[in-house]
């Protein structure tokens, strides 16, 4: 099973009068990161927040924004700084009796002085907002873990394919490898007729050994066990309980390893071709590889 590294879910928790709305995005990354969004009276609780989605979720940027809305009657009472609208209704009467002005000050007037009445900030019951915002979290956490395991199974499928691509395009690599000491029989006969023109014919025996030399250094028949042992390992990598992203990426570095030494082993064109097709997809497999988890 794999899992990917970007997903999107949501979650919402209702107890009492206290509702919390949660948003979680999350990203490629290294690692688990987080980047926390919340309401003032929810910040106490950003460590249990992380904690909760950490059961889940080992790699990624995880992105929570979070909305609280709190119902209770006590929402709507205001406070009154009784200090402060005496202070500025004495300012006032002093502009008045300074100025000789005969009209009274309006209530108007006071009340609009910056902060006279303000929201009261009522008491929150901690105990009973962190319970709301830890069960959300942990809904939005199991949502997360759900779509991120059905992208994976996404990823799983397209990965397969390109594996299975790799492995009919290996057989033909190694039919044109099989013909590589042919080929460089013929032109070593070719070059060695050549400067011999005038000379004795050619010793088959010493053409028979500097051949067979020539195509010990291009035999790519252990590159290409090894490359089908890691297509062998990808799959029961991709097939294993827990998604193993890191484990792929260095599996990758291992396959375009033996691309490189096929391609520099390569006897002719054709073979180079095969091997420039081959690290085309690698390339494209690298890129999927980079959002599982």
Known sequence: MIKSMTAFAKA??????????????????????????????????EEDIKR?????????RIEIRMNLTDQSEDQDL???DKVKARAYYKALKTVQE???LPTD?????????????????PEVDETLLKSVVCEAVEAAAKDLDRMRKQEGENL?????GRLDWIEEQMKEIRTQADS??????ARLEERLAALTADADAIDPVRLAQEVAVLADKSDVSEEIVRIHSHLQLFREIMDAQDSQGRKLNFLIQEFNREFNTIGSKAGNAQLSHGVVDLKSELEKIREQVQNIE
């Open 180 to 185: 590589v000491p042919k080929t460089y029989k």
């Open 78 to 80: 205001f406070e009154v």
């Open 105 to 121: 000050i309006p209530l108007e007037t006071v009340l609009g002085a910056r902060q006279v009445i303000t929201a009261a900030k």
């Open 98 to 100: 300074t100025l000789s």
């Open 156 to 160: 799983r499928k397209d990965l397969s």
């Open 12 to 45: 919402s928790c209702t107890r009492d009068a206290l509702t919390v709305d949660l948003t979680v995005r999350s990203y490629n990354s290294r690692y688990l990161d987080f980047s926390v969004y919340l309401p003032e009276s929810c910040q106490p609780f």
């Open 52 to 60: 909760i989605m950490g059961q889940y979720h080992s790699r990624g």
